[in-house]
């Protein structure tokens, strides 16, 4: 198993500014996820964070949009840049642990943009 | 292009009755299937998972779901709801071949009458 923290929780952001999101996990793990949950909405895959690479985006998601670090197999942050009140969604980052087809969810930043 | 669908956005039941929330699937490669719970303001639950073996699993909190391949289906089940199962419950396929992202279907409501 592995257990996941994000930094923030939540947050009110003003349109036009940008906003990172970090994600623990408390082991190493080489496969991380970033999804987002809009309002009233199912989760859609953003973006899988690799270690020692660039980010491989999901149709509808770019890089200037979205960028994402991943410094070490423990860590990543996904920024969400120039925002607008269609970015508010809940972002959770997820872990595949090694020799698993189990993902592991944290709790989720809820992202409100006025 | 894979998919899910739950074909109910939301179902209401009876405390005690039985409960059986639909997913069908379509997926270019042999699945891993997932149930997942989120309450209100609360992040993503493993209810269960199947990978391989036994079609008929079983999960937390007194949920089993069935792998039945000639339908593409994984249909959650449980034999008497409890009040405190009311959420939104979400059907997820990922595989390797697909680098272990998840498809999520867009939810299930799930309201339980006292």
């Known amino acids: 198993s592995a257990v996941i923290s994000q930094k923030p929780s939540r947050d009110i952001c003003q349109r036009g500014t940008s906003l990172t999101i970090q994600c623990q996990v408390d082991s190493q793990v080489t496969m991380m996820f970033w999804y987002r949950q809009q309002p009233g909405q199912s989760l859609t895959l953003i973006a899988t964070?690799?270690?020692?690479?660039?980010?491989?985006?999901e149709s509808g998601f770019v890089i200037d949009k979205f960028p994402i670090s991943r410094p070490n197999l423990t860590f990543s942050t996904l920024t969400v840049s120039n925002m607008s009140p269609e970015d508010s969604s809940i972002y959770l980052c997820?872990?595949?642990?090694?020799?698993?087809?189990?993902?592991?969810f944290g709790p989720g930043t809820r992202l409100t943009v006025t | 292009a894979q998919s899910v669908t739950q074909p109910d956005i939301h179902i209401t039941v009876s405390e005690g009755a039985s409960l059986e929330l639909r997913c069908n699937y379509s997926y270019g490669a042999t699945p891993y299937l997932f149930w997942y719970v989120q309450s209100p303001g609360q992040g993503l639950q493993l209810l269960l998972k199947?990978?391989?073996?036994?079609?008929l699993v079983q999960g937390i909190k007194g949920f089993e779901a069935e792998f039945k391949r000639s339908q593409s289906s994984f249909n959650l089940r449980k034999p008497s709801v409890h009040w405190s199962d009311a959420a939104e419950y979400f059907c997820?396929?990922?595989?390797?071949?697909?680098?272990?992202?998840?498809?999520f279907g867009a939810g299930t409501i799930l309201r339980v009458k006292s």
């Open positions: 199947y990978f391989s073996g036994d079609t």
């Open positions: 997820s872990v595949l642990p090694p020799s698993s087809y189990e993902q592991y």
């Open positions: 997820a396929v990922g595989a390797r071949e697909y680098g272990n992202k998840l498809v």
């Open positions: 964070a690799n270690q020692g690479s660039e980010a491989t985006y």
